[in-house]
């Protein structure tokens, strides 16, 4: 019986492949005479995989921090050109070896079945010839990254980040709101063509990986890439109308009673993030720190051990919480896979959607600590749109515990916020996932053809608004989802595990206790079992059909109805 230990020694330095190629070599050329064998050099393969990954976390979390770190950025793409690409051939033979192994049909299938299915995956789509293309799409996103992140806006008085800038869209003054709008898209737009020229590149070559793994269209070669062995492109498009169908009329609708609530005669892009009420923006906490405390009373408070895993994270530089100049944007959880410890990444001004993303990011550091005493590394990751179900799921169960944060007042209208996000996340979603349809089956349009494509999208799935004079900034909109950039079709994910997050409130109203157990249940288990089984584990159904959307729709809606 094979057990797991430390393959690797702890003081290799995973950034250095000659370092790096002995232990390979090794498990490359280890005897195999048996089951136990072949299990044994699964889990040692594991354990180094494990310590390169934690080593390629910290070098990208180091170019995230500060943009402008060269010495950083050197580091980082060190590893990408010179390591990366002389490991993937080896993980290639590895993958090789263990799935074609005589033996491996000898190894307990409940156990095993997802990671050799995933292997054959990996096996069938590797060509060699794809390796620098993958280096240099890497290097484009760190480009992409560097232009937005060097964005920046003087206004009210000092230069602020983009994130800074949100804050002024939640005023209740419509001129203060205009003015910031106006500045952040004015400043986008001196951007616009340099971001254009990286996406193209981008497409190309993304199209020929696909050419090169024998796929007609980037599309198809990432939804096999992807390992979505449960649903289908044709699964995604019937998501869209199935959005379109049940979501677009609540969003018109509440776009419309906005309209009558802020006394306006159309809305503008300017309009949607500001309180219909007239009251002053939702300000949960001053400082990382607050924001940090006041998460780790609430978690205790909700107890199933959330408020202990949450104080894990409060030592071991395992939070980049504030908003600064040259800090990328975003915010993300990356789990630190040798040592498995999370690290939260984020850009905190102070707003209520911060406080959203602090418990969306801790909901997938769970996740990771949940499922991080598995052997396997492959399994301390789930699939992604179970993945997103644990973080879009926390910022629902945690709203009845916002009273850390907010008074009972604030404590509704930050429910209300995210009931209606519901409708206005998933059209969005199915704006963006439709969007990359296009674009991966139309290879070789042209920006103008692009152009079109989002307009008509936009018109389909977008909010009431009148653009009129400010069609430049409409038209590239779509340049700052960065998932478009550093991380194409990942974005479908985040619908389905909505649906499954949606599902959990639902079942939070009913039996909140047996719902939290059922979260973390279904997180236990990591990867290790399919998508359809991990929903299920945690009390959920995994559809992607338009009855499941009408359902929760409907559920939805009648709350906000009775609000």
Known sequence: ?????????????????????????????????????????????????????????????????????????GAYLGFVRDVEPKLKPVASALDRRIATSPFAESLPKARYEVLLRNMRVDIELFREENIPLETQLAELEQKYNQVVGRMTVDFDGQTRTMPQMARYLEETSRAVREGAWRAINARRLQDRDEIDAIYDQMLALRQQVARNAGFANFRDFQHRRFKRFDYTPDDCMRMHEAI??????????????????????????????????????????????????????????????LGEMFDTMRAGDCLDLESRAGKAPGGYQYQRQHSRTPFIFMNAAGMHRDLVTMVHEAGHAFHSILSKEDPLVDYRNAPTEFAEVASMSMELLTLPYHGEFYSDEECERALRERLEKFPTIMTWIATIDAFQHWIYTNPGHTRAQRTDAWRALVKRFGNDVAWEGLEDARDASW?????????????????????????????????????????????????????????????????????????????????????
């Open 1 to 73: 019986m094979a057990t797991a230990r430390p393959y690797a020694p702890i003081d290799l330095d995973a950034a250095d492949f000659k370092a790096l190629e002995p232990h390979y070599n090794e498990l490359l050329a280890r005897p195999i005479a048996s089951a136990d064998d072949l299990e044994q050099l699964i889990l040692d393969r594991s354990d180094l995989d494990a310590l390169v990954a934690e080593r390629a976390a910290n070098l990208y979390i180091a170019t995230t921090r500060n943009t402008e770190d060269k010495t950083a950025e």
């Open 244 to 305: 379109e169908a049940h979501l677009v009329p609540i969003q018109r609708r509440l776009d419309s009673e906005r309209t009558v609530e802020l006394k306006v005669g159309r809305l503008r892009p300017w309009d949607l993030a500001v309180d219909v009420k007239g009251r002053k923006p939702l300000r949960p906490f001053e400082g990382a720190q607050q924001l940090v405390d006041g998460c780790s009373r609430m978690f205790h408070a909700m107890g199933g051990g």
């Open 479 to 563: 340049q700052r989802q960065l998932h478009l950039f550093g991380m194409p079709f990942y974005y479908i994910e985040y619908g389905i595990a909505e649906t499954g997050a949606i599902q959990m409130w639902m079942n939070a109203r009913r039996d909140q206790k047996r719902a939290l157990a059922d979260y973390r249940k279904g997180l236990a288990l990591g990867g290790s079992r399919p998508l359809p089984e991990l929903f299920a584990a945690a009390g959920l159904r995994f559809e992607l059909s338009s009855a499941l959307m009408k359902e929760l729709a409907t559920e939805v809606d009648r709350e906000l109805v009775k609000g």
